[in-house]
Nanobody, 123 residues
Framework: QERLVESGGGLVLPGGSLRLSCAAS????????TAWFRQAPGKEREFVSA????????YYSEFVKGRFTISRDHAKNTVYLQMNTLKPEDTAVYYC????????????????WGQGTQVTVSS
């Protein structure tokens, strides 16, 4: 069993930045990809970004491309999501997930999920 814990969310002004972290513990020897999804109130959970286990491949949704950057630190068993130029429409609960990730944007590719961290972009 692999446990994921997100952190780094909060309230930020439009145009500001946040860095989310996803720390893995437990059975972390898997070679799974890690992804970030988000869910706004009343909306479906949607794909944000993903990174392969090696870190050599990264994927982004169109609405965050050029503003968000995903990275990973194997020594710390942590994946990061650097979010810049935040917009009010980025407001959501952000979840990290680990799984095969063969189709990075597909929710059912991910076996383990964190509890989420709230990101609110507002003036």
């Amino acid at each position: 069993q692999e446990r994921l814990v997100e952190s780094g969310g909060g309230l930020v002004l439009p145009g500001g930045s946040l860095r989310l972290s996803c720390a893995a513990s437990g059975r972390t020897f898997s070679t799974y990809a890690t992804a970030w999804f988000r869910q706004a109130p009343g909306k479906e959970r949607e794909f944000v970004s993903a990174i392969s286990w090696s870190g050599g491949s990264t994927y982004y949704s169109e609405f965050v491309k050029g503003r968000f950057t995903i990275s990973r630190d194997h020594a710390k068993n942590t994946v990061y999501l650097q979010m810049n130029t935040l917009k009010p429409e980025d407001t959501a609960v952000y979840y990290c997930a680990k799984g095969e990730g063969r189709t990075p944007e597909a929710l059912n590719e991910y076996r383990y999920w964190g509890q989420g961290t709230q990101v609110t972009v507002s003036s």
